[in-house]
């Protein structure tokens, strides 16, 4: 049984950092990406990050609104991926989601297989 449990999430000012952490289980070698999205209410589901694991080293791709101030990395030995998300902005807030895929593409949800339950992220100005 595939597993994805994101932690991390917290309400911040602007300017501020959080590192999020999604743990996985029952991952097999077919998944090879990894992936953050994001949705506050009202909006749609948005990519953040994406890193291709099958690589060394790992290839990844980020989002307009997160290029240069957000990271994505993965642990093999914790089998954990992270979201580094340095200065951070209101519109930064919304609920982040750990996914799990066989595709490269960060801007098709529909793509990833496995999805964890999020973590909210609140930036005040």
């Known amino acids: 049984q595939v597993r994805l449990v994101e932690s991390g999430g917290d309400s911040v000012q602007a300017g501020g950092s959080l590192r999020l952490s999604c743990g996985t289980s029952?991952?097999?070698?077919?998944?090879?990406?990894m992936a953050w999205f994001r949705q506050s209410p009202g909006k749609e589901r948005e990519g953040v990050a994406a890193i291709y694991i099958g690589t060394n080293p790992s290839t990844t791709v980020y989002g307009d609104s997160v290029r240069g101030r957000f990271t994505i990395s993965h642990e093999h030995a914790e089998s954990t991926v992270y979201l580094q998300m340095n200065v951070l902005k209101p519109d930064d807030t919304a609920m982040y989601y750990c996914?799990?895929?066989?595709?490269?593409?960060?801007?098709?949800?529909?793509?990833?297989?496995?999805w964890g339950q999020g973590t909210q992220v609140t930036v005040s100005s």
């Open positions: 996914a799990a895929g066989r595709v490269f593409n960060l801007d098709s949800p529909t793509d990833f297989d496995y």
């Open positions: 029952g991952l097999t070698y077919m998944t090879k990406v």
